[in-house]
Every structure is written in C-alpha cells, then in structure tokens.
C-alpha cells in the first residue's frame, strides 16, 4: 500500500519568510508559461505577435489568476462565509483558490490585454491556450506536496493513505489531475496549434479537454466536506465543468463555420 510521503510544505526559510512549495509551482507555471510563449511567438512573428507581449500577457494574466481565482472561490464555494465575514475576501495566505474563477478571471485579462494592443481577443486566447496546462500541471503537483485535495477511497493497488486525513486508501486524484489536466491536455493544444487553426477553435478545444478531464477527474476526487455532493451526485466542480464544455463545442462550431464563409469561392478567384 502507498502511503504519502508527508512533504514539508515549507521548501526553505528566508529568515522569517517561509518559502512554500506551492507558491514555487506557482513560480514554475509561470515560468513555463513564459518560455513556451516566447517560442510561439517567434514562429507567429508574422502574424503580428512579438516574444516581448509574452511578459506583458504574463502580468495580466497573474492578475486575473489571482483576483479570479480568490473571488470565484468567495463566491462559488463559501458566499454564506464571506458575506459574514467580508474582511477575510482578502486573506490570501489564509489558502482558497478556484480553478474556474481564475479562468473566468485571465479571460477578462487577455479582453483588457487585446484592447489595449488593438488585437482581436480570441486571437489572444488562441495563442494563450497551448500555454496554460504545463502552469496547471504544477499547481497541482503542489496540491499532492501538499497533500491537500486528495481523492475518494479505493480499493485499487494504486491507491494511498493520506496520514493527515485517515487510514483510509484513496485514490491520489492530484496526481490524476496533473496527468489530464495537465500532460495530456497540454499535449493535445501543442499539437492542435502546431498549425493553422480557425480562430477560436484552439480556446474552444482548451474548454472542452479541460472541462471534460476535470469533469473525469472529479470521479476520484474527494469533494469539499462544506458542500459535498450536489444535484445528480455531482461534485461543484464538475458543475462549473459542464458549462465550460458546451461552450467550448459552440465556439468550435462557430469557429469552423465562420471560417467556412471567411474563404473565398471560386467565383471570387476567377474575379
């Protein structure tokens, strides 16, 4: 049987700083983010895209995961607590994260980025897309460090006790999540935008392989003891999963079909 190896979530000190492993990964994503954008952009030079937007995009988009991510939590998972407790809203160190909150929050920072440099925002999206999993992978490889966010019982082989939580086996559903949300999902955008795509049709793959591999994940995964299970015994997460998903397949129709009226026919190349 596996058992967790019980990590210190504290990496290093910095005198009285404590350096978490969860805020490296954080460093980690970000880093990735920004070297894989970098490379992109050099083979986009043509299409208007220059590696220097990729730090520029890269400080919008911390701000976006940031205050999205902390006000999707408030308000998808706790709005009872905070309305009682308002000054807490702010207590980031106090942990409470939301995945779907953040997405909503660096979508309302890539429209500000794309006004602001006369470019159309789902081409910013597009070009943001391939670039998300690699940072999601690591935030959840700091969950397993953590051993926060851990999955349900099994009875399998693959399955590990949590000291911290019971003697229980579970399955290590951060693990599951860094291999689908992240590997897979990354390798999948990579290869799908390793050519011309229509515009939209890589944001709406990265909406529809997300939301499909955590709606999957979330099998395995041990939902919040303040929420439980939802209706039809699903979990909050695969409910803000399956909006994410039909939007991704209505952008994908859209996408395809508005490039079927963009291209010329054949009485236009005879003109």
Not at 19 to 30: E, P, S
Not at 41 to 50: C, F, K, P, V
Not at 137 to 145: D, E, K, P
């Amino acid at each position: 049987m596996l058992v967790h190896p019980q990590f210190d979530p504290v990496a290093f000190q910095l005198g009285p700083v404590a350096v978490r492993w969860y805020g490296l990964m954080y460093l980690v994503g970000f880093a990735l983010f920004v070297v894989l954008g970098k490379l992109r952009a050099r083979r986009q030079l043509l299409t208007g895209w220059h590696p220097r937007d990729v730090d520029d995009m890269l400080f919008y988009g911390v701000l976006g995961v940031i205050a999205g991510g902390r006000l999707g939590y408030v308000l998808f998972y706790k709005p009872l607590h905070y309305l009682a407790n308002p000054l807490e809203v702010v207590a980031l160190w106090s942990g409470g994260m939301s995945f779907h909150g953040g997405f909503l929050g660096v979508l309302v920072a890539m429209w500000w980025f794309a006004r602001r440099r006369g470019k159309r925002w789902l081409d910013v999206t597009d070009f943001v897309a391939p670039l998300v999993p690699l940072g999601l992978a690591a935030g959840r490889l700091g969950n397993f460090i953590n051993g926060e966010l851990w999955g349900r019982p099994t009875d399998g082989p693959w399955g590990m006790v949590f000291p911290q939580v019971d003697g229980l086996a579970r399955h290590p559903s951060q693990l599951y999540q860094f291999g689908l949300e992240g590997v897979a999902l990354f390798a999948v955008l990579w290869w799908y935008t390793d050519r011309h795509r229509p515009m939209g049709a890589p944001s709406g793959l990265f909406l529809i392989g997300y939301g499909a591999f955590r709606f999957i994940a979330e099998y395995a995964r041990e939902p919040d003891s303040f929420l439980g299970y939802l209706a039809g015994g699903l979990t909050m997460g695969q409910w803000l999963s399956l909006p994410m998903i039909v939007a991704g397949v209505v952008l994908m129709i859209w996408a395809h079909r508005h490039a079927a009226k963009s291209q010329p026919t054949l009485i236009d190349r005879m003109k």
